[in-house]
């Protein structure tokens, strides 16, 4: 019964200091937890904890990233890095929700532990800064849908701005194939 198992391993290692390695099939006291004797320790190695690359940043856009402290948030995930190595899931599961929930207002991180990233995530995706023709100011992908059928078929307007606010979050495969139809 693994549940009692877990039950007896929490209780040896309260009351007694007492750890178990199931995979080495080995034991040591440690009062608190976190001296590993060195004998054990190069047995164990650093496992998948050893090597890890450091976190990074994805930058997003210059308002969203101004409102996250990037060094704190580096340092909430490396600190839960060491809870994680040390089996603390309550502790890092802690970090990981101070982390995700540290820049101001209403955005939130989203963090990735397979590539060691973070990024701020909104419940709508930051604006792509795309050009058309030749225009130096930068246009959402709805205004320049709008700019080329104005362009090139300027009956269709209305149709296309019912088209963009029917279909939110669509803008861009509408502009390829308006770019596709238009612009070849």
Same mark, same amino acid.
């Given at each position: ?13 309260? &009351?007694? $200091? !007492? ?5 080495? *099939? ?6 608190? $937890? ?9 047995? &164990? $190695?650093? %496992?998948?904890? +050893? %090597?890890? *690359? ?13 409102? !996250? ?5 580096? +340092? ?17 599961d802690a970090l990981l929700e101070e982390a995700r929930t540290s820049p101001d207002g209403d955005l ?24 058309? +023709? ?34 939110? $979050? ?5 502009? &390829? &194939?308006? *770019? ?5």
């Amino acid at each position: 019964n693994y549940d009692a198992s877990d039950d007896m391993r929490e209780e040896l290692k309260l &009351k007694f $200091g !007492v750890h178990l390695d199931d995979r080495l *099939k080995m034991w040591w006291v440690s009062p608190d $937890g976190r001296r590993v004797p060195d004998t054990i320790a190069e047995i &164990k $190695g650093e %496992g998948r904890w +050893g %090597g890890l *690359k450091e976190w990074r940043q994805i930058p997003t856009t210059r308002e969203n990233d101004a409102c !996250v402290n990037a060094d704190l948030v580096n +340092g909430l995930l490396k600190q839960r890095d060491i809870a994680r190595r040390e089996k603390d899931f309550a502790t890092a599961d802690a970090l990981l929700e101070e982390a995700r929930t540290s820049p101001d207002g209403d955005l939130y991180l989203r963090i990735h532990d397979d590539s060691r990233t973070w990024r701020i995530w909104t419940d709508r995706p930051p604006p792509r800064e795309l050009l058309y +023709g030749r225009q130096a100011e930068k246009k959402t992908p709805a205004e320049q849908c709008i700019e080329i059928v104005s362009e090139h078929a300027p009956e269709k307007v209305s149709e296309i701005e019912i088209m963009l606010e029917r279909f939110p $979050g669509r803008e861009y495969s509408i502009l &390829k &194939k308006l *770019k596709q139809r238009y612009l070849k």
